[in-house]
């Protein structure tokens, strides 16, 4: 089993920045990717960013964006404390949405919100104009 808990949502202005933090517990060795989805009101589940593990020491990690937040968003991650990141500068009201991050276990297409096994519980980000 795999937990997850996120934090760092908030209420800020249009062109502010927050960071929101998932810190994953359990089974984290087995987690092969963390991806981060957001959802509005009224909207579908839509994919923001993924990082995928590699499989050496020496190679990068995987990261995905979707077209709508390259170059203003950025996912990262810290293996000491578990813990996955994603900085959100340049925010705009249309970023406004509970955002979720989520857990792969088996590996999939990182873009499709099915292909996760885990979620945490989400947390609020509203972005005022």
């Known amino acids: 089993q795999v937990q997850l808990v996120e934090s760092g949502g908030g209420l800020v202005q249009a062109g502010d920045s927050l960071r929101l933090s998932c810190a994953a517990s359990?089974?984290?060795?087995?987690?092969?990717?963390m991806g981060w989805f957001r959802q509005a009101p009224g909207k579908e589940r839509e994919f923001v960013a993924a990082?995928?593990?590699?499989?050496?020491?020496?190679?990068?990690?995987?990261?995905n964006y979707a077209d709508s937040v390259k170059g203003r968003f950025a996912i990262s991650r810290d293996n000491a404390k578990n813990t996955v990141y994603l900085q959100m500068n340049s925010l705009k009201p249309e970023d406004t949405a509970a955002y979720y991050c989520?857990?792969?276990?088996?590996?999939?297409?990182?873009?499709?919100?099915?292909?996760?096994?885990?979620w945490g519980q989400g947390t609020q980000v509203t972005v005022s104009s």
């Open positions: 989520a857990a792969q276990l088996v590996r999939g297409e990182v873009w499709q919100f099915y292909e996760y096994d885990y």
């Open positions: 359990g089974r984290t060795w087995s987690i092969l990717t």
């Open positions: 990082i995928s593990w590699s499989d050496d020491s020496w190679s990068d990690d995987s990261t």
